[in-house]
C-alpha cells in the first residue's frame, strides 16, 4: 500500500532562500531545554546537510514531545518513511515571479544516503542534458531549477502483481511496455506544500523504465536525458506523440488527434504548421503517423524530433510551441528605469534644468542573441544605445535639455524575441511594452 503525508495548509518561512512551509511558532515548550520551534529548526538542518536518517529521529522525538502541537504534527510527516526532506536549487537565474521554476523529485529513493546522493546526482544530469537541447540551451536564463528530496519507504515500483510503498506511488502505466508514471496529485501536493512557486516538475523513479509526461509533471526512470526531453515536451509544452508505433494494449485506428503538431487532416488551411508550409520552410509538410497511429494522423516535419522516435532535438514546428510556452511564464523585459511610469520635472526636464532624461530597460538575455528594442517618443521613432556590462545588457535613450517642448510626452520603449524559431506569434508572447509619461515644464525666462 502507498503511503504519504498528511497535508496541512502552508506557512511560508524563509529557509536557504526558499519559501518552505513550516508551521507558526509553538504554544507550548518543554520546561527547560531548547524550544520546540529550535528543535525543529535543528531537525531542519540536519536534513540540510544531507543528514536524513539523524533528522527523521530528530523529527520522531518532536512529535512524541507535542504531539497536539501544529510544529509535532509536521514533525510526525518528517518522521514516516514517505516524506519530503528538503528543497535546494540546481540553478538560479533569477525571481521566481519572472521565470520558468522547474522542480525535479524523486520516488522509490529510501532515506539511505547513498541513494539520495545517486538521485541528486541524476537530477543535474537532466539539468546538464537540457543545457544542450534547444530551445532550453539558448533559453537557460530563463529558467530556475530546482532538485526535491523525498524518502520512500521501499525502492521498488507498482506492478499489475504487487503494489510498493513509495512517496509518490510510482509504477508500471497500462501501456504496452509498461511506462513508469507516478499519482500527479501527490506530486502536485508536495509542489503547493514545499515549492509554491513551482511552475512544472519533473519526476525520476528509480525503479523506473521510458516515461509518461502531462499534466505539468514529466516521469521518467534514471539515466537517459533523451527520454526526459520528450516527456517535458508532453508535460511543459502540450506537444504529442509523434512516432506510430503501437503504445496501447489494443490497437487503435484512424484520426481524432489534433494538437500543436499533429492533425488528423492534410487540408492546408486547417493545418496547426501552415504558417511554415507557407513559407516554405525547409522539411514541413504532412507525413503519416503519430500517437501510436500509421494512418489517419500527420506530423509536421521529416527532420526527426524529440516527440517521435528518433533525435534528441525538437523539430521546427515543436521548437516554436516550446518557445512560445516559455514567454507565457516570463516577460522579455527584465526591468525598467525609470521604475515609475509618471517622470515629472523633479526628475526630469524641469524649468532651467540642464540634465538628461535617462530611460532604459533591462531585456531578458537568451544565450546567442539579443532582444530587439524599439523607442518612439510621442509615436516617432528614435534611436537609443545599447549598453553591455557584468550586470547585463541595458537599453538606454536618453532625452536632452530642449529636445521637446513644455508639455506631457509619450516615452515607449518596446521589447521583441526576433528569434527566427518563432514564425507566428498570434498572441504576442514575445513582445512587451513599458511607457513613461514625460512632463517638461517650460524654462523661466
Known amino acids: 500500500m502507498r503511503v504519504t503525508s498528511r497535508l496541512f495548509l502552508p506557512v511560508a518561512v524563509l529557509f536557504l532562500g526558499v519559501q518552505q512551509r513550516v508551521p507558526v511558532q509553538a504554544q507550548s515548550t518543554p520546561s527547560a531545554g531548547p524550544s520546540l520551534n529550535e528543535r525543529f529548526q535543528d531537525a531542519e538542518d540536519l536534513a540540510r546537510k544531507g543528514l536524513y536518517e539523524a533528522s527523521k529521529k530528530a523529527f520522531a522525538r518532536i512529535a512524541k514531545d507535542f504531539p497536539s502541537d501544529e510544529l509535532g504534527r509536521e514533525a510526525a510527516d518528517r518522521a514516516q518513511a514517505n516524506a519530503f526532506l528538503r528543497l535546494q536549487p540546481i540553478e538560479r537565474t533569477g525571481e521566481s515571479k519572472d521565470r520558468v521554476d522547474v522542480v525535479i523529485l524523486g520516488d522509490g529513493y529510501t532515506v ?103 499534466g505539468d509533471v514529466a516521469v521518467f526512470g534514471p539515466g537517459g536525458v533523451n527520454v526526459a526531453v520528450h516527456e517535458f515536451g508532453h508535460s511543459f509544452g502540450n506537444l504529442l506523440d509523434e512516432y506510430s508505433s503501437q503504445v496501447e494494449l489494443h490497437p487503435v485506428t484512424g484520426g481524432g488527434v489534433r494538437g500543436v503538431n499533429l492533425t488528423d487532416s492534410t487540408d492546408l488551411d486547417s493545418c496547426p504548421w501552415r504558417h511554415w508550409i507557407e513559407a516554405g520552410a525547409k522539411g514541413v509538410g504532412f507525413f503519416e503517423g503519430g500517437a501510436g497511429r500509421s494512418r489517419g494522423v500527420w506530423h509536421p516535419t521529416n527532420q526527426g524530433c524529440a516527440m517521435g522516435s528518433s533525435g534528441s532535438a525538437y523539430c521546427t514546428v515543436c521548437r516554436e510551441a516550446l518557445v512560445k510556452r516559455i514567454y507565457r511564464y516570463t516577460k522579455p523585459i527584465e526591468a525598467c528605469y525609470p521604475a515609475t511610469t509618471d517622470v515629472r520635472s523633479s526628475i526630469g526636464i524641469g524649468a532651467g534644468s540642464d540634465a538628461p532624461v535617462i530611460f532604459s530597460v533591462t531585456p531578458k538575455r537568451p544565450k546567442d542573441h539579443f532582444l530587439a528594442v524599439d523607442w518612439t517618443v510621442d509615436g516617432a521613432a528614435v534611436k537609443g544605445k545599447r ?59
Open 112 to 214: 539511505d544516503a547513498r541513494q539520495q546522493q545517486a538521485f541528486d546526482k541524476q537530477a543535474r544530469q537532466i539539468v546538464e542534458g537540457f543545457s544542450k537541447v534547444s530551445p532550453w540551451a539558448e533559453y537557460a536564463s530563463y529558467f530556475n531549477w530546482w532538485v526535491m528530496d523525498l524518502s520512500s519507504a521501499e525502492s521498488r515500483l507498482d506492478t499489475p502483481t504487487r503494489e510498493a510503498n513509495t512517496v509518490l506511488g510510482g509504477a508500471m502505466s497500462k501501456f504496452s511496455q509498461g511506462q513508469v508514471t507516478v499519482d500527479r496529485d501527490i506530486v502536485h501536493n508536495f509542489l503547493q506544500r514545499y515549492a509554491p512557486f513551482a511552475d512544472t516538475a519533473m519526476v525520476i523513479v528509480k525503479q523506473g523504465s521510458l516515461g509518461t509526461g502531462g
Open 387 to 445: 549598453d553591455l556590462s557584468d550586470a547585463g545588457v541595458f537599453e538606454v535613450l536618453k532625452v536632452e535639455p530642449g529636445a521637446l517642448s513644455p508639455g506631457n510626452h509619450r516615452i515607449l520603449a518596446k521589447v521583441k524575441d526576433p528569434t527566427d524559431w518563432v514564425l507566428l506569434d498570434k498572441e504576442g508572447v514575445l513582445t512587451a511594452s513599458r511607457e513613461w509619461s514625460l512632463t517638461v515644464e517650460r524654462r523661466k525666462p
